[in-house]
């Protein structure tokens, strides 16, 4: 098993920038890919980023490409999400998730991911 934890949640204003964490504890050898995803208020979640791990390639969805860039610390277990430039639209609850084993892509499916962490409020302002 393979446990997250959020953080770095906040209420910033329109145009301000915020850097999520995430990090790993349990069996993260297993780790093959790590992701970030998003629910406002009554819809579902939404996939924003993710990282292979093993090769640190991305993938990076086109309603927050060129603002949102993902990243991993591989000796510290942690994956990152800076986010610039933030809309109001980017307000939700952001969720880091885990998936186990073997993975040829970086999945943009919760369901694919075997653990998740609370959740980090993020919060923008008009």
């Known amino acids: 098993q393979v446990y997250v934890v959020e953080s770095g949640g906040d209420l910033v204003q329109t145009g301000g920038s915020l850097r999520l964490s995430c990090a790993a504890s349990?069996?993260?050898?297993?780790?093959?890919?790590m992701s970030w995803f998003r629910q406002a208020p009554g819809v579902e979640k939404e996939f924003v980023a993710g990282i292979r791990w093993s090769t640190g390639y991305v993938d990076i969805a086109d309603s927050v490409e060129g603002r949102f860039t993902p990243s991993r610390d591989k000796a510290s277990n942690t994956m990152y999400l800076q986010m610039n430039k933030l809309k109001p639209e980017d307000t939700a609850v952001y969720f880091c998730?885990?998936?186990?084993?073997?993975?040829?892509?970086?999945?943009?499916?919760?369901?694919?991911?075997?653990?998740w962490g609370q959740g980090t409020q993020v919060t923008v302002s008009s």
């Open positions: 349990g069996r993260t050898f297993s780790i093959s890919a």
């Open positions: 998730t885990a998936r186990l084993g073997r993975s040829p892509n970086v999945p943009r499916v919760f369901a694919s991911y075997d653990s």
